[in-house]
Nanobody, 122 residues
Framework: QVQLVESGGALVQAGNSLRLSCAASGSPYIDIYTMAWYRQASGKQRQLVASITGGGTANYVDSVKGRFTISRDNAIDTMYQQMNNLEPENKAVYYC???????????????WGEGPQVTVSS
């Protein structure tokens, strides 16, 4: 089973920045899987935020384009999400996971851990 350890959550003021990290382990194929960040706000369903293929092609939901940057370092099987100019609507628990292909066509198969809480004050 793939193990995923997220870190980097914090309480920040609106307009500030955070960088989330996701360290993956337990599979020799992590570098060819698509990795993705999800978030779940209180009382809401988990939703996709951004994804990145093994080759580095990134996709974002419209609400974070220009502010969030997803990246990965395949040498250490780690994915990052730089979040700039945070807004209160970005408050959520953030999770990372992996898919065998495009997130629109494949379901995440890693275990959902205790993702970091991002809280943004107004």
């Amino acid at each position: 089973q793939v193990q995923l350890v997220e870190s980097g959550g914090a309480l920040v003021q609106a307009g500030n920045s955070l960088r989330l990290s996701c360290a993956a382990s337990g599979s020799p194929y992590i570098d060819i899987y698509t990795m993705a960040w999800y978030r779940q706000a209180s009382g809401k369903q988990r939703q996709l935020v951004a994804s990145i293929t093994g080759g580095g092609t990134a996709n974002y939901v419209d609400s974070v384009k220009g502010r969030f940057t997803i990246s990965r370092d395949n040498a250490i099987d780690t994915m990052y999400q730089q979040m700039n100019n945070l807004e209160p609507e970005n408050k959520a628990v953030y999770y990372c996971n992996l898919t065998a292909g495009a997130v629109a066509a494949y379901s995440p198969f890693g275990s959902w851990g205790e993702g970091p809480q991002v809280t943004v004050s107004s």
